[in-house]
């Protein structure tokens, strides 16, 4: 089935935040009614440079945040080595590999993911990330999500710095 026509002329809907007619209707509204504007600052609408972002940290193992959306964060890091067994007890995570080779080991199985794929790794799942060559991940998890988990170890990284 589909939606039945709309008309052009329907005031039902208000226009897109980003219609530069609204901005004009409401100057006039105002100035008519010779009022003191009170207008929110609008939210900062960026976009975002992966490889830019990457070039501004060297550590392996550090997970950096570079977005913020829902309660969730959006985190790139470098990963060098065998990370630890670990499981998030009430959180998804997802890795995106964007260079190199992943291996995510799994108790039952290993998963290899190339650039381009990702994987998500259901909480309680037990896993551990395992790089032989440097590889650089998006993770996209709550904000509340401690890199290591259930464990706690001289890579467990409190609180994340902010590209």
């Known amino acids: 089935m589909s939606a039945p026509p709309r008309s052009p002329s329907s005031s039902c809907a208000r226009p897109p935040r980003w219609d530069s007619r609204r901005r004009v209707e409401t100057d006039t509204a105002e100035a008519e009614t010779n009022e003191v504007s009170t207008h929110m600052a609008s939210p900062s609408v960026d976009k975002v ?4 972002k990457l ?11 570079v977005g913020e959306l829902n309660g969730q964060h959006v985190r790139l ?24 080779r992943l ?5 039952e199985r290993t998963v290899e993911v190339e650039p381009g794929e990702f994987i998500i790794i259901p909480r309680g799942v037990e896993h551990r990330p395992v790089a032989e060559e440097e590889v650089h991940v998006l993770l996209f998890e709550p904000a509340t999500t401690l890199n290591t988990g259930n464990v706690r170890e001289e890579r467990t990284a409190d609180t994340m ?3």
């Open 103 to 107: 291996r995510m080991e799994l108790r």
């Open 161 to 163: 710095e902010k590209l």
């Open 77 to 100: 890091a470098k990963l060098m080595g065998p990370f630890t067994w670990h499981h998030h007890e009430h959180e998804d995570e997802l890795f995106l590999v964007i260079h190199g």
């Open 55 to 65: 070039t501004l940290f060297s550590e392996h193992w550090s997970p950096k945040v």
């Open 49 to 52: 440079n992966l490889a830019q």
